[in-house]
């Protein structure tokens, strides 16, 4: 199964399906993003935990990026790096913090089931019905790529 979307909070769902970002037409599978990432996807919400996620206002620790909150999840950084030093001073204060609001499926939402039920086929009249439906315009126009893209009959 493939997800479309531009959420990477998604990316910790790789191991179960891929995922395609379609802003940027780009595919991505749990290997792509090993291989892109050098983590594994149920890492990414330690990563989201420690940066923050602009988009879904979790404040992670002030100064520390995706890119270093990475290098640390990795064991990249050096034990006397001053950010290194300020995540291991933080790290559980922020785990307990941002992980129930980053990890999938989210903490505190009952007994919701989350169990992917993948058609066997994606067809398209049910795509086209889809967007007519929620007004998903610049989809449509996009018709034949996602036809290309998803192998829809």
Same mark, same amino acid.
């Given at each position: !199964? ?8 998604l990316?910790?769902?790789?191991? !179960? ?9 780009k ?17 990414w ?11 879904d ?11 270093t ?27 307990a913090?941002?992980l129930?609001?980053?990890r ?7 007994n ?8 066997? /086929?994606? !067809?398209?009249?049910?795509f086209?019905d889809?967007c ?8 449509l ?5 996602w /036809?290309?893209t998803?192998? !829809?009959?």
């Amino acid at each position: !199964m493939t997800v479309v979307s531009r959420d990477e909070d998604l990316y910790q769902l790789l191991d !179960m399906c891929s995922f395609y970002e379609h802003v940027k037409k780009k595919a991505v599978t749990v290997d792509g993003f090993r291989s892109e990432y050098g983590i594994e996807p149920n890492q990414w919400p330690v990563v989201k935990a420690i940066a923050g996620c602009d988009g879904d206002n979790v404040i992670g620790l002030h100064g520390v990026g995706e890119l270093t909150a990475l290098r640390y999840v990795r064991n990249e950084l050096s034990k006397s790096n001053a950010a290194y030093l300020r995540i291991c001073g933080s790290y559980e204060q922020l785990l307990a913090n941002n992980l129930p609001l980053v990890r999938l499926p989210f903490a505190g939402l009952g007994n919701l089931d989350f169990t992917f039920r993948p058609e066997s /086929k994606f !067809m398209t009249d049910s795509f086209v019905d889809i967007c007519e439906k929620y007004d998903f315009r610049s989809f449509l126009k996009e018709l034949p790529v996602w /036809k290309e893209t998803f192998d !829809m009959e």
